[in-house]
């Protein structure tokens, strides 16, 4: 019999579940969650939180428990190319000292706590992660849709209320600029296109440039999430 399959009786009658994430697993997880929450929201407000990483990280928290493949599914089209340029940017800048995109510069310097750096890290097997978890859930393809809606409203909400650049002096860590919705650069607004103009730029290009190519290949590589219940 499958390890994954578990009985159990209740009231005299005996069910049969599917557990398709190990419970350690979601535990580790999620005190790792517990961990950088309250750190992150500290440190850096709780704003930082919508960062379309740190969704991914909360929503995957809620989606492992009960193993919901659409909410899996939309983390992982969501994140998965950004986050491994972010990969490749922190390789290249470790081994060949080379920077690539600049994503990843906070993470030799030595003026942020080596903690922090740390729980950072999840950066990068955070999609890994994702991956391995469509791997045994399978692929909602419904996902393309609603994180294309949700990476909508989240832009939106980052323009129209977060903090812009540049970070107060007050407060020289709390996140600034939440998915670039400023321009590329933490320390002044870009001047390139008008502001509007530049919020739906990054629209387009989170759906073209990340979300269609992952749903492509997701919704070739891993079994529709229908096949697996």
């Keep these: 019999m499958d390890s994954r399959l578990r009985i159990r009786v209740y009231n005299g009658m005996t069910t049969v579940s599917n557990r398709r994430i190990p419970y350690w697993l979601k535990v580790a997880y999620s005190i790792f969650v517990a961990i950088l929450v309250p750190s992150y929201w500290v ?21 492992i428990w ?12 969501g994140i998965t190319v950004p986050q491994m ?10 081994v060949a000292g080379v920077e690539i995109t600049g994503v990843t510069s906070y993470m030799l310097d ?19 992660f994702l991956l391995w978890l469509l791997a045994r859930l399978g692929y909602d393809r419904r996902a393309l849709g609603l994180q294309t809606a949700a990476a909508i409203v989240i832009l939106l909400v980052s323009y129209l209320f977060a903090p812009p650049p540049p970070p107060s002096a007050n407060h020289p860590t709390w ?45 070739r590589v891993f079994k529709s999430a229908d096949r697996h219940r």
């Excluded at 009960?66 to 089209?77: F, G, H, V, W």
């Design 43 to 63: 440190t850096y407000s709780p704003w930082n939180f919508l960062y379309f990483c740190d969704v991914a990280l909360l929503v995957t928290a809620v989606a």
């Design 66 to 77: 009960i193993e919901n493949p659409l909410l899996i599914s939309m983390q992982a089209i």
């Design 85 to 94: 340029l972010w990969v490749v940017d922190l390789l290249c800048r470790i």
């Design 110 to 128: 030595s003026s942020i706590p080596l903690f922090f750096r740390g729980l950072s890290l999840f950066h990068g097997w955070l999609p890994f």
């Design 175 to 219: 996140a600034v600029n939440i998915n670039y919705v400023y321009g590329l650069n933490d320390t002044q607004p870009q001047t390139h296109v008008a502001p509007w103009l530049w919020v739906v730029l990054l629209m387009v290009v989170n759906v073209i440039a990340f979300y269609l190519p992952s749903h492509y290949v997701f919704r």
